[in-house]
């Protein structure tokens, strides 16, 4: 099965690309995106809290509006909105529950990509799977008995998780918490350094406030060192302190990274990272878009949507023919 645009993930950047690929000139039959989960923009759909907003210029990354797409400040219920309108105006092609096996490049120049369920044939293809599938795990084993009470994010975090310990020190962390204690957990921070000097100025004043207020334990300047099953439950000792303690959960906020475990076992290697906002791969005719090809950090939406158009701008220049612009907004 040939498609001229091919697109690895339905998020941000994926969406993007596939909206600048209709504007060079392309059908939406000659585009298909093809997403692992069931839905558009999943992973912030099932990993971000319903009380985080989905902000336009994360930790203050400003995006020149090259893109037709573009966001402010949102819930994240409007944001998903907004998405699912951006699929329905353009009628864009999106295949669901679409795991990516195989990568590899035909005698004839084409590029193969084998899924779970088909095999489909591009000049082009755009990998925009985001890092959010790639979490930062903690640096110690984890007995298997207690790897459930062990979470990446705090969509899943009932009532019955009374009392947690986030550990981290930067934004993501912070708002873990804060957002706990407002669900009402009892919640501890464990973050190696004294001060939290990589938040953003209001999430430190925040964290700090919880902390004075006595709603927020901080156990200052720690490392974990190892993580018990005490009857179900992990019980967690730091290296700097003399004593461990039992927590109903830990959650993980150390950031995310780029899944090159998973890239490379389907074939693919990174080709290089810089200030770009896309990237192109060792293997001729793919490119990265979005949060995998970003400067380290991170990017955010309004990036990512820049993102896509800029890889399909290369792509044009070298591996597809391309058309003026459509009149379609």
Do not use: W
């Not at 941000?12 to 690309?17: D, L, R, V």
């Not at 039959?29 to 099932?46: G, N, W």
């Not at 020149?64 to 907004?82: C, N, T």
């Not at 975090?157 to 912070?174: P, Q, R, T």
């Amino acid at each position: 099965m040939f498609q001229q645009v091919l697109i690895l993930g339905a998020g941000p950047a994926g969406i993007s690309t596939a909206v600048e690929a209709i504007k060079k000139g392309f059908s939406t039959d000659e585009i298909l995106i093809l997403e692992k989960f069931d839905e558009v923009a999943y992973m912030i759909s099932s990993k971000y809290p319903d009380e985080k907003a989905v902000v336009a210029n994360y930790k203050n990354k400003f995006a020149d509006r090259i893109s037709g797409l573009r966001i402010s400040d949102m819930s994240k219920q409007e944001f998903m909105a907004f998405m699912k309108g951006i699929v329905s105006e353009y009628q864009l092609n999106i295949k669901y529950h679409q795991t990516v096996e195989r990568i590899s490049k035909l005698k004839n120049g084409q590029l193969s990509v084998q899924t779970s369920n088909d095999v489909y044939l591009t000049n082009s293809l755009f990998i925009a799977i985001g890092t959010m599938s790639a979490p930062r795990t903690l640096s110690v084993s984890i007995p298997s008995t207690v790897s459930e009470k062990i979470f990446y994010d705090i969509q899943r975090i009932d009532n019955k998780i009374e009392k947690i310990l986030v550990v981290g020190g930067g934004d993501s962390a912070a708002e873990y918490a804060k957002i706990l204690i407002d669900r009402g957990h009892r919640v501890s921070l464990s973050y190696r350094g004294k001060a939290f000097d990589r938040m953003l100025s209001t999430n430190n004043e925040a964290t700090l406030e919880l902390i004075k207020e006595k709603k927020l334990t901080f156990f200052s300047g720690t490392n974990i060192e190892k993580i018990e099953d005490h009857e179900g439950k992990p019980f967690v000792t730091f290296k700097e302190l003399p004593q461990g303690e039992e927590f109903d959960g830990i959650v993980t906020a150390l950031g995310n990274e780029r899944p090159a475990n998973y890239l490379s076992s389907i074939g693919i290697e990174m080709g290089h990272e810089g200030d770009d906002i896309y990237s192109a791969s060792s293997l001729e005719g793919v490119f990265f878009v979005g949060d995998i090809a970003s400067v380290k950090g991170g990017g955010t939406i309004n990036i990512a949507f820049n993102s896509g158009v800029k890889a399909m701008v290369e792509a044009c220049t070298s591996y597809l023919d391309c058309h003026f612009e459509s009149e379609k907004k």
